[in-house]
């Protein structure tokens, strides 16, 4: 099993439309969580970290369930700016090593 | 006012040559990285400074040397550049590194290295 996964989609909405992707991780000691985006021939950037408790800033909500080990970010309005690769960040267990996921890739259409 | 910065963007040299790219950040941060991002977009860490020692060495060929003459410069050299170098690299900087809720990294802007 992959240290993380994402799901490389492609996710295709609507303007207007939620959507949502999923994160797994397989180290359960993990212990920090971030949400990064990358436009095409671009740098990441951080778009949030995640905090226990789940998190808001705007239209995005980002959540983490360790139970099940995921971590999970919610797109409410899809605006056609946020075409982009959305990359998973997790961090801990033992190191400060930070594991990226794959990305998965939105394409929002008129 | 560019935070993390990259030079060359571009890189476009022969197999056998030896390369370098620098990266400088003006964040006043105390750590920084490498990244290789290949053909299939997968991130992957390389070298990780602190303070200007090293702190994460993944298993990277030894023909990449890292080099940071101050906590705001990370360098890297590549010898004996080899097809499979091709991809772009990515430095970044983030506050301090023992400290997870200060891990939130800041990326320059890559540069894309072809090696023909």
């Known amino acids: 099993r992959k240290e993380v996964e994402q799901d490389p989609g492609p996710f295709n909405v609507p303007e207007g439309a939620t959507v949502a992707f999923n994160c797994t991780y397989s180290?359960?000691?993990?212990?920090?969580f971030f949400w990064y985006r990358q436009d095409c021939r671009k740098e990441p950037k951080l778009l949030m970290s995640?905090?226990?408790s789940g998190n808001e800033d705007g239209r995005f909500t980002a959540q983490l369930n360790r139970a099940s080990q995921y971590i999970s970010l919610l797109i409410r309005d899809s605006k056609l700016s946020d075409s982009a690769t959305y990359l998973c960040?997790?961090?801990?267990?033992?190191?400060?090593?930070?594991?990226f996921g794959r990305g998965t890739s939105l394409i929002v259409h008129p | 006012d560019t935070a993390v910065s990259q030079t060359p963007k571009y890189l476009v040299t022969q197999m056998g040559n030896d390369k370098s790219i620098k990266c400088e950040q003006n964040?006043?941060?105390?750590?920084m990285y490498w990244y290789k991002q290949d053909s299939k977009k997968f991130l992957k860490i390389m070298f990780s400074?602190?303070?200007?020692?090293?702190?994460i060495n993944e298993t990277v060929p030894n023909r990449f040397s890292p080099k940071s003459p101050d906590k705001a410069h990370l360098n890297l050299h590549i010898n004996s550049l080899e097809l499979g170098d091709s991809a772009v690299y990515f430095c970044?900087?983030?506050?301090?590194?023992?400290?997870?809720?200060?891990?939130?990294?800041?990326f320059g802007p890559g540069t894309r290295l072809t090696v023909t």
């Open positions: 400074y602190n303070n200007k020692e090293l702190i």
């Open positions: 970044a900087s983030s506050r301090e590194f023992q400290s997870s809720s200060s891990y939130e990294q800041y």
């Open positions: 995640v905090y226990s």
């Open positions: 964040l006043g941060h105390d750590t």
């Open positions: 180290n359960s000691a993990s212990q920090s």
């Open positions: 960040v997790v961090i801990g267990g033992g190191s400060y090593i930070p594991t």
